[in-house]
Structures are given as structure tokens and as C-alpha cells.
């Protein structure tokens, strides 16, 4: 069974602390790895897609690393509008998405 | 905005009752997707519909059924609903039949009273 873990569970920082998400997948030949960002009550907005390890990918102050067994999103001098709730999640069987439980990240300015 | 919609943004009703939630995808994508988020559960896939055929199927309950009708829009519906299926019900689009970004739209939020 494909499974997704997201650690930490909540992150708080101050405005211009750096920091790394962290996404723990275990899937049978990956064919993608996806990163969303979720406000409480809304639809998840696609970030980023990453295929193969080593593949990096950067939306101003984020950037998405992928190795063979977990993802990271790191934060760079983040404000407080980057508090949200960051979801990663893997293709299971060509369709669905297996998602992990998302790391709630508050930034205090 | 993505450009999936979804319609009602919120809908409270009574427990054995049934509710119809619609969905339409971005212009130009073939498959639609539909996810459960509850507090306890996350986001949990529910059922695929590609160009009008069923693509697979999730932890989709006997009571849900979905369709996705010759214009691609979908329609999820959830009958002798109960306390639990209180959720955020999502919908997604892709423009293939899988494998692809997923966009999701703003979801519709139900409570069974």
C-alpha cells in the first residue's frame, strides 16, 4: 500500500526564519510527486510536480527537492502570508492521489 | 482560481436525506475527480470519471454515486446521508486519463445535522 508522511505536523516560525518541510513516500515506481498549499476552508493550489530524484523545482520563496524516498519543501526567509497547510501527495495506480496528512505552517511576523 | 467550479459552497441538511453536489472541470480537461477531506481522514479519493467513464474507484460508500455528464461536468450524489459524512468535498480535473497535476476546485462544504 502507497503511503505518504509529512513531518513536521505544525511548524511555527518567525517572518525570515528558514526552514524545510519534509514528505516521506513509500510507492511502487514513482510517477510523480505533487506539493500543494491549502487555507483553511479552500481547494489545495497546485505548487509543484517532480518526477525523478534529484529534480528540483523553485516559486519564489519555495523551493521542492525530490530523492528516491522523500520530498522536501523548503521555505526561504518566508512572510506571513506563506502560513497554510502544505500537502504532498503521490500517484497510486495512474490516477488517484494518495495524500499525506499536510504540515500546518504558521509564520509570525 | 484554478477554473474548477463547484456548486453549492455550502449545503446543511438532516440525516437520511440526499444532496447532489456539482463540479465543473477546467475547459478542455477529460477527467474529474472527487476527494473527501474530514478533520480525522485528510484528503481521501473518492471516485475518477474520464470522458464520461468511470476510471476508478476510491473508499467510495454504496450510498455515493457520481456521473460525468457529455459536457464533462460531474455530479456527486450522497444519499441517506449521516453525522459522518460531514466534510469538505472536493473536485479535481486533469486533461488525461491519470498520472497528471491534478487542480482542484474550492470544494463544497456539507454538514448533516
Known amino acids: 500500500e502507497d503511503q505518504v508522511t509529512q513531518s513536521p505536523e505544525a511548524l511555527r516560525l518567525q517572518e525570515g526564519e528558514s526552514s524545510s518541510l519534509n514528505c516521506s513516500y513509500t510507492?511502487?515506481?514513482?510517477?510523480?510527486l505533487f506539493w500543494y498549499r491549502q487555507d483553511p476552508g479552500k481547494g489545495p493550489e497546485f505548487l509543484f510536480t517532480l518526477y525523478s530524484a534529484g529534480e528540483e523545482k523553485e516559486k519564489e520563496r519555495l523551493k521542492a527537492t525530490l530523492t528516491k524516498k522523500e520530498s522536501f519543501l523548503h521555505i526561504t526567509a518566508p512572510k506571513p502570508e506563506d502560513s497554510a497547510t502544505y500537502l504532498c501527495a503521490v500517484v497510486q495506480g495512474a490516477q488517484k492521489l494518495v495524500f499525506g496528512q499536510g504540515t500546518r505552517l504558521t509564520i509570525n511576523p | 482560481d484554478s477554473g474548477v467550479t463547484q456548486t453549492p459552497k455550502h449545503l446543511i441538511t438532516a440525516t437520511g436525506q440526499r444532496v447532489t453536489l456539482r463540479c465543473s472541470p477546467r475547459s478542455g480537461d477529460l477527467s474529474v475527480y472527487w476527494y473527501q477531506q474530514s478533520l480525522d481522514q485528510g484528503l481521501q479519493f473518492l471516485i475518477q470519471y474520464y470522458n464520461g467513464e468511470e476510471r476508478a474507484k476510491g473508499n467510495i460508500l454504496e450510498r455515493f454515486s457520481a456521473q460525468q455528464f457529455p459536457d464533462l461536468h460531474s455530479e456527486l450524489n450522497l444519499s441517506s446521508l449521516e453525522l459522518g459524512d460531514s466534510a469538505l468535498y472536493f473536485c479535481a480535473s486533469s486533461p488525461l486519463a491519470g498520472g497528471e497535476t491534478q487542480y482542484f476546485g474550492p470544494g463544497t462544504r456539507l454538514l448533516v445535522l
Open positions: 510507492v511502487s515506481g514513482l510517477r510523480g
